[in-house]
């Protein structure tokens, strides 16, 4: 979610202990408009130790994520 002037976000999905690089990219330098919000709905599994990392343009910007655990 924007809550201010446009910008850009990306989102990253890396194994645990993995260096960030280009290849754990899901969403690199999308833009979004101000005050917009933007909603993924996406098939990946990850491992618990797995780490989501989101970086935002600006701090106007927040990020939520949500999932399911399969026991």
Do not use: K, W
């Amino acid at each position: 979610c924007n809550q201010s002037t446009s910008g850009t976000y990306r989102i990253a999905v890396r194994p645990n202990g993995a260096t960030l690089s280009l290849e754990h990219y899901v969403v690199f330098d999308a833009t979004i408009s101000a005050n917009s919000t933007v909603a993924y709905t996406l098939g990946i599994t990850i491992d618990a130790s797995d780490i989501v990392t989101v970086y935002a343009s600006s701090a106007s910007m927040s990020f939520n994520a949500f999932g399911s655990e399969i026991a």
